[in-house]
């Protein structure tokens, strides 16, 4: 048997259907990225705007139209959000909820009564990646979240908070390590709150990765402010644990912060970023911004402009509010009009795009090391084009001699210009 895997929103999402197209395969059902071959399609949804249960529910249609054959298996927060809806409109077959995720191929072949081949129909601890997925990996480490933002839908869909036991994450992250994979991100709905339920922390995973893994580069997923333990930049003095964090703030301006539920507010979060930077070299910080929260005015606007600029973020994730039933802030008045989100979000973007470029700017004659995870021809004849990310995730391209493939190989670059259209760094690789 085949199966086609499918799926849009967050990391974490990433990082479970990589773990299922392992546990299948150990199973006997192989991956295939031909969904008109699969025997089985499984899709995991998002919910986090409007606009993704949208997307989400075009994905699950295409599916279907694709390869209406093959059973059909939805997952995710809006599987979890909607689940009669989703069966009864969407054509679906089987719907696991986001609490019986890390059981879903279990789950698909007991309810769709699949045939299964032996288990030692791969060889003992195999876990070979998706073909889209060679350099990195996502390794889910914990689900749930025990905080209720004023805006978000997925601690609804996400439930209480689990934690992965140290020691599997390490045994998952080795086996990765002889499969090829140089980078692994570690992901989760808080990631920051690894180990609440099992008396761990994600500073002693952290620790406990590098210290038993031979793994190359670690990164870590979206962390909340608030949950960056006093010693945390002391993990930085292993250079493979790389110097980039996202840290979703959402807005910039305390009123809003407050009418959002959020446990952070801006000079802490300027304090926080000023240590980063003190205590980690070349340390980028990346975040998230909600425009438009109910009563946001054009002053608390301006405001969380003047924190993006201060800040100095090398990139922002900008979200038009979007409101979600079940939410406090669904039901908060104000409601920003879509002309006024739309506007406030195209000021943004440039001004993001002014301060990437002076980051950019700021690394030519430096050298990075990269890991090299994909080519293009670049315009004309001539060397392939290689692409890959320095340490702390700024994109790099820069050619390669002609009939070497240097996909996921670490190299060394000398960053040597700009790419103005892509807001990319160029290089020339040495050595």
């Given at each position: 048997?085949?199966?086609?895997?499918?799926?849009?929103?967050?990391?974490?999402?990433?990082?479970?259907?990589?773990?299922?197209?392992?546990?299948?395969?150990?199973?006997?059902?192989?991956?295939?990225?031909?969904?008109?071959?699969?025997d089985l399609v499984v899709v995991n949804t998002c919910a986090v705007t409007q606009e993704s249960v949208r997307k989400s529910r075009n994905l699950v249609r295409r599916a279907h139209r694709a390869n209406p054959q093959a059973k059909l298996v939805m997952s995710g927060c809006y599987a979890a959000?909607?689940?009669?809806?989703?069966?009864?409109?969407?054509?679906?077959?089987?719907?696991?909820?986001?609490?019986?995720?890390?059981?879903?191929?279990?789950?698909?072949?007991?309810?769709?009564?699949?045939?299964?081949?032996?288990?030692?129909?791969?060889?003992?601890?195999?876990?070979?990646?998706?073909?889209?997925?060679?350099?990195?990996?996502?390794?889910?480490?914990?689900?749930?979240?025990?905080?209720?933002?004023?805006?978000?839908?997925?601690?609804?869909?996400?439930?209480?908070?689990?934690?992965?036991?140290?020691?599997?994450?390490?045994?998952?992250?080795?086996?990765?390590?002889?499969?090829?994979?140089?980078?692994?991100?570690?992901?989760?709905?808080?990631?920051?709150?690894?180990?609440?339920?099992?008396?761990?922390?994600?500073?002693?995973?952290?620790?406990?990765?590098?210290?038993?893994?031979?793994?190359?580069?670690?990164?870590?997923?979206?962390?909340?402010?608030?949950?960056?333990?006093?010693?945390?930049?002391?993990?930085?003095?292993?250079?493979?644990?790389?110097?980039?964090?996202?840290?979703?703030?959402?807005?910039?301006?305390?009123?809003?912060?407050?009418?959002?539920?959020?446990?952070?507010?801006?000079?802490?979060?300027?304090?926080?970023?000023?240590?980063?930077?003190?205590?980690?070299?070349d340390l980028q910080v990346t975040t998230d911004i909600i425009v438009g929260f109910p009563g946001e005015t054009e002053e608390e606007w301006q405001q969380t402009l003047d924190f993006v600029r201060q800040v100095g973020f090398a990139h922002v994730h900008i979200f038009a509010f979007s409101p979600r039933e079940g939410t406090k802030a669904a039901a908060l008045p104000d409601q920003v009009p879509r002309a006024v989100q739309r506007e406030r979000s195209a000021q943004l973007h440039e001004q993001v795009a002014r301060q990437r470029?002076?980051?950019?700017?700021?690394?030519?004659?430096?050298?990075?090391?990269?890991?090299?995870?994909?080519?293009?021809?670049?315009?004309?004849?001539?060397?392939?084009?290689?692409?890959?990310?320095?340490?702390?995730?700024?994109?790099?391209?820069?050619?390669?001699?002609?009939?070497?493939?240097?996909?996921?190989?670490?190299?060394?670059?000398?960053?040597?210009?700009?790419?103005?259209?892509?807001?990319?760094?160029?290089?020339?690789?040495?050595?």
């Amino acid at each position: 048997m085949r199966v086609h895997l499918q799926t849009l929103g967050c990391r974490l999402n990433e990082a479970e259907l990589e773990s299922w197209a392992r546990d299948f395969r150990r199973n006997g059902i192989e991956p295939t990225n031909d969904i008109g071959e699969a025997d089985l399609v499984v899709v995991n949804t998002c919910a986090v705007t409007q606009e993704s249960v949208r997307k989400s529910r075009n994905l699950v249609r295409r599916a279907h139209r694709a390869n209406p054959q093959a059973k059909l298996v939805m997952s995710g927060c809006y599987a979890a959000l909607s689940s009669e809806a989703a069966a009864d409109e969407l054509g679906v077959d089987l719907v696991v909820g986001n609490q019986d995720k890390d059981r879903l191929v279990e789950i698909v072949q007991r309810e769709l009564s699949l045939p299964v081949m032996p288990r030692l129909a791969t060889e003992p601890g195999e876990l070979a990646l998706m073909p889209r997925s060679r350099q990195r990996a996502f390794v889910k480490v914990q689900d749930g979240c025990r905080y209720r933002c004023a805006y978000c839908v997925v601690t609804l869909a996400r439930g209480d908070e689990r934690s992965r036991p140290v020691n599997d994450v390490v045994e998952e992250i080795r086996t990765l390590v002889q499969q090829g994979v140089k980078e692994v991100v570690l992901a989760g709905v808080h990631l920051g709150g690894y180990g609440s339920d099992n008396g761990s922390s994600l500073f002693e995973l952290v620790e406990a990765v590098l210290a038993h893994t031979s793994l190359p580069r670690l990164r870590l997923g979206s962390l909340e402010p608030w949950d960056l333990p006093a010693d945390f930049w002391s993990l930085f003095e292993n250079s493979r644990l790389m110097p980039h964090l996202h840290l979703p703030m959402q807005s910039g301006a305390d009123s809003v912060l407050r009418r959002m539920s959020r446990r952070c507010r801006s000079d802490e979060f300027l304090r926080l970023v000023a240590q980063g930077r003190a205590s980690v070299p070349d340390l980028q910080v990346t975040t998230d911004i909600i425009v438009g929260f109910p009563g946001e005015t054009e002053e608390e606007w301006q405001q969380t402009l003047d924190f993006v600029r201060q800040v100095g973020f090398a990139h922002v994730h900008i979200f038009a509010f979007s409101p979600r039933e079940g939410t406090k802030a669904a039901a908060l008045p104000d409601q920003v009009p879509r002309a006024v989100q739309r506007e406030r979000s195209a000021q943004l973007h440039e001004q993001v795009a002014r301060q990437r470029r002076q980051i950019l700017e700021g690394q030519r004659g430096r050298r990075h090391t990269i890991l090299v995870e994909d080519r293009f021809d670049g315009r004309g004849e001539g060397p392939a084009i290689w692409r890959g990310y320095t340490p702390s995730f700024l994109r790099v391209q820069a050619p390669g001699p002609v009939g070497l493939d240097l996909e996921n190989r670490l190299r060394e670059v000398e960053i040597t210009g700009i790419d103005e259209d892509r807001l990319e760094l160029i290089g020339v690789l040495k050595g």
